[in-house]
């Protein structure tokens, strides 16, 4: 099992410019989460999933989409980068959304300038 | 809202030396707390969860204890070793999916 993974691991982009992070998880878990942590701040929720074709607003919300087409996918869309989105992406998944420990991908680490 | 907090922010403690790591919550509706290590620039990774209904959990030197009532949990590393340092969260899951503190640093000498 290859757990969580996050693609791409490292990206640069330019105000204005779009991207789309990818997180793929292999353990058939049912809840898919995005979070951004930031010096100081925590880790904070953007959006997660209860399950395939789903999404639902976190804590910090703006500025991002989400899709979930597929049950191992999850992607986070940003329209038009900001360099206040200059931040670590994680993505997490578990079975249950309250029973169960998340399990994390190793990261993408985002410039905007 | 529920709110997480850990004190302290940093530790740094000597080879061998038990210690506690502390957090709290605002809001004691909650169904699970969680403890991750993160190390620097990677991902968390899940140490102990309890759930509401129990007290305490244990894994090797670490034991985690829950007062739902009190708001309060603390992580309790036995017999530290260099290897333990890294960034420690802990997290609330209640109405809404986890709501994360902000770490303790932890730094073992050897």
């Known amino acids: 099992n290859a757990g969580v993974t996050q693609t791409p691991k490292f990206r640069v982009l330019k105000t204005g410019q779009s991207m789309t992070l990818l997180c793929a998880q292999d353990?058939?878990?049912?809840?898919m989460y995005w979070y951004r942590q930031d010096p100081g701040m925590g880790l904070r929720l953007i959006h997660y999933?209860?399950?395939?074709?789903?999404?639902a607003k976190g804590e910090v919300p703006d500025g991002y989409n989400v899709s979930r087409l597929k049950k191992q996918n999850f992607l986070l869309g940003l329209e038009s980068a900001a360099p206040s989105q200059t931040s670590v992406y994680f993505c997490?998944?578990?079975?249950?959304?309250?029973?169960?420990?998340?399990?994390f991908g190793p990261g993408t680490r985002l410039l905007v300038l | 809202k529920q709110e997480v907090t850990q004190i302290p922010a940093a530790l740094s403690v000597p080879e061998g030396e038990n210690l506690v790591l502390n957090c709290s919550f605002t809001?004691?509706?909650?169904?699970?707390l969680q403890w991750f290590r993160q190390d620097p620039g990677k991902g968390l990774t899940s140490l102990l969860l309890?759930?509401?209904?129990?007290r305490e959990q244990t894994s090797g030197r670490l034991n985690a204890s829950l007062d739902k009532s009190s708001g309060r949990s603390t992580l309790y590393i036995a017999a530290s070793q260099p290897g333990d340092s890294a960034t420690y969260l802990c997290?609330?899951?209640?109405?809404?999916?986890?709501?994360f503190g902000k770490g303790t640093r932890l730094s073992v000498i050897a």
């Open positions: 997490a998944s578990s079975y249950a959304v309250v029973q169960e420990t998340q399990y």
């Open positions: 997290a609330v899951s209640g109405n809404t999916p986890l709501v």
């Open positions: 999933s209860v399950g395939e074709g789903t999404t």
């Open positions: 353990m058939n878990h049912e809840y």
């Open positions: 809001d004691s509706a909650i169904y699970n």
């Open positions: 309890i759930q509401s209904s129990q």
